[in-house]
């Protein structure tokens, strides 16, 4: 059941990326010139996030940056990598590591909506023995809306593909912040 509705929505969201990548192509100037390789980079922001998180015996660690491509400026496309170092004391310490395809719309220029195809490999190391290790790939498909403000935008995403009983987050709805320069 599981992997079918992962199926259906893989294929929606494929459906989704092909669409923003053609309508960026399509509403692109025509030009007889041919472009150069700097013209590209003109296009491309870099950008991601650092999170840290300290507790009571909790440490988690994270970077993740990303780059796009804006097709125009309504569409753009990128990739992103993700490292995290998630620790509890006298309980476990994990590692996260994988990447994501992410598309972004911007229908307004204050408004921002999101698609994030995230594959992480999860490495649990109990502390305890009488615990065994843990090691999954854990699947993620965001969609999001936020507020943008020049390279900026804030907002929440939620993971459709959100198992309670088995993966990386504890709820489907996350909030974010995105930067590109």
Request: glycine share 10%.
């Amino acid at each position: 059941m599981r992997k079918n509705n992962f199926q259906r929505v893989s294929k929606s969201i494929l459906v989704l990326i092909v669409s923003f990548i053609s309508n960026g192509l399509f509403a692109q100037q025509q030009s007889n010139t041919p472009r150069s390789s700097t013209d590209f980079w003109n296009h491309v922001q870099i950008g991601g996030g650092i999170g840290l998180g300290f507790g009571s015996g909790y440490t988690d660690i994270s970077l993740t940056p990303s780059a796009i491509y804006n097709f125009n400026e309504y569409v753009a496309l990128g990739l992103g990598v993700q490292y995290s170092y998630v620790s509890q004391k006298n309980y476990y310490n994990s590692h996260l590591y994988g990447g994501s395809l992410i598309a972004l719309f911007n229908p307004i220029r204050e408004i921002q909506l999101s698609a994030e195809l995230e594959e992480l490999r999860v490495n649990i190391n109990p502390n305890d023995p009488a615990y065994v290790r843990e090691g999954f790939w854990n699947t993620g498909l965001f969609l999001g809306a936020g507020y943008r403000s020049n390279n900026v935008t804030i907002g929440v995403r939620y993971n459709v593909l959100q198992d309670d009983n088995k993966g990386v987050y504890s709820d489907a709805f996350m909030p974010f912040v995105r930067v590109y320069f």
